[in-house]
């Protein structure tokens, strides 16, 4: 069911519309998708090898369930099935800065609005099957690129008139204008600015890179209180600058000084330090550049943290770089990893006949609560995809089909119901708005009152995915994202 017809039925995006008789259907109440979890089954550290995960099989036609290891999955899937992997990649998202009055902040990147957009690989894109290229409009630039050979073609999205725009979250008070700095002993060096606060907590930022010339020579203006003005010079080539600013600064306030010179081109470049005398947070270089994505991502491999999981009451530490991150992750984008990939293993994936690949990059929202006593009234988080046409033709088939996670199940049933190879995902699966095409699910286990648990639902009913939980939770499964997984044929 595509098109058209998928919405004159009744399935839209966001679920079923009901009537009056089913209003008390019970698969609607958020407070019936609960269960009970002891904390020491929440697993804080991954399996080694990965697929020495336990795996929980339960066969929907006969009801039986049996309990073996992940390395073991080949002997329970029915032959000649096809794999769907999400392929995406965990980026490191988490940054520890500071704004300019000193106030420490932690910002969690959530995506880049219109990166994607110009690329073929990320937002905002409707193409559908068949289409070979697309003109993409955001904000009044037009940019356009190709489905089917992946070349990325260049646009104005990223000129300095139009900055790449990000859409994260920050802990700390900010408000539009507020610059933020996020430390680092590297070149160059990360700022942001804050540009819109978004009515769903989330705050639109553009990020600039911070490059100080050893070569050059900073004049400037300190200013002390009001009145008193004092002239200096800061050398960068000196090592101990950034260290020890207060010899070069003796006053005992915020100093601020910014200074605007031509290049050869004619452009405005400028100068800036900010000094603040709480710690030792003397920045000093030159605004060069706005960042796009991919200039970002240079700069976040090596400051930015791996977002793990809240749940993981921990700090991330070198193994997650590894272990939070699937073995065949290729594409740049995540800030969560789709978690039953985490237990593939090469050997694993060398004994499937049939492995296929798609993109959905997740997002912070895959951690945002449902609050809403009637789950259909929670707005779901929507999410990039991008179907490969090879991928794409398995789905259009008749071949059985086994999704390798719940975002898989959303990508595929998405592009399943709309025709559309990528765009937004916003689709809502639950007991009342079941998958039309997965045939089988390889899932970890979820949070209680959870979308990821609801989508579970879908496949095998409400009442007895609680009971497959509380089967789990009797035989020491370990949960959520580091946790085991579950196999449903």
């Known amino acids: ?25 019970p698969d ?98 409707t193409m559908e099957k068949g289409t070979k290229r697309e003109t993409l409009e955001v904000d009044g630039i037009k940019g356009v690129h190709s489905q089917l050979t992946g070349k990325k073609v260049r646009s104005r999205l990223h000129s300095a008139e139009k900055p790449t725009q990000f859409e994260v979250y920050i802990r700390g008070r900010v408000k539009v204008g507020t610059k933020l700095y ?71 306030e915020s100093l601020k000084g910014r200074e605007y010179q031509k290049n050869g081109k004619g452009s405005e470049l400028q100068n800036f330090f900010s000094h603040s005398p709480n710690g030792n947070s003397l920045k000093i270089g030159r605004l060069n550049s706005y960042l796009d994505f991919e200039g970002l991502l240079g700069i976040l491999d090596q400051i930015g943290e791996v977002p793990i999981p809240p749940y993981l009451n921990r700090k991330p530490d070198k193994s997650d770089e590894v272990h939070y991150q699937a073995i ?87 592009y399943y119901r709309t025709g559309k190879l990528t765009g937004e995902c916003n689709l809502f699966l639950h007991p009342l708005n079941p998958p039309q095409r997965v045939d089988h699910l390889i899932t970890n286990f979820h949070l209680p009152k959870s979308t990821l648990l609801m989508l579970v639902s879908a496949f095998v009913g409400r009442e007895r995915c609680l009971e497959l939980y509380r089967e789990a939770v009797k035989e020491g499964y370990r949960f959520y994202s580091y946790g085991d997984g579950m196999l449903i044929i």
Do not use: C
Request: proline residues 6%; aromatic residues 10%; without cysteine.
């Open 28 to 125: 609607l109440f958020l407070s019936n998708y609960n269960y009970y979890l002891p904390p020491e089954l929440i697993a804080k550290y991954p399996v080694e090898p990965r697929d020495s995960a336990r795996l929980l099989v339960y066969n929907r036609k006969n009801g039986e369930v049996k309990h073996t290891t992940f390395k073991n999955l080949l002997q329970f899937v029915p032959p000649e099935v096809h794999f769907i992997f999400n392929n995406t990649k965990v980026i490191k998202a988490r940054l520890w800065g500071q704004k300019e009055s000193g106030g420490k902040v932690e910002l969690l990147l959530n995506r880049p609005v219109a990166h994607f957009l110009e690329t073929g690989n990320g937002t905002g894109s």
């Open 182 to 252: 996020f430390p680092s002993l590297k070149k160059p060096y990360l700022g942001a600015e804050v540009v819109e606060l978004l009515s769903d907590g989330t705050r639109i930022v553009h990020f600039f890179k911070i490059s100080d010339n050893p070569n050059l020579q900073i004049k400037g203006i300190a200013q002390k209180g009001i009145a008193q003005k004092e002239s200096f010079t800061i050398d960068p080539s000196n090592s101990d600058f950034l260290n020890n600013s207060n010899q070069f600064l003796q006053n005992r």
């Open 328 to 414: 065949f992750a290729s594409q740049a984008g995540a800030v969560a990893a789709p978690t039953a990939s985490l237990h593939f293993t090469s050997r694993l994936m060398k004994q499937i006949q049939n492995s296929h690949f798609l993109t959905l990059h997740v997002g912070a929202g895959t951690f945002k609560p449902v609050e809403s006593p009637n789950i259909l009234n929670h707005q779901i988080h929507s999410e990039y995809y991008q179907i490969p046409l090879e991928t794409a033709k398995i789905i259009d088939s008749k071949k059985p089909i086994v999704a390798v996670g719940t975002t898989s199940v959303r990508a595929i049933e998405y």
């Open 1 to 25: 069911m595509k098109g058209t017809e998928f919405f004159k039925n009744g399935g839209g995006i966001k679920g079923k519309e009901i009537g009056k008789r089913e209003q008390s259907n």
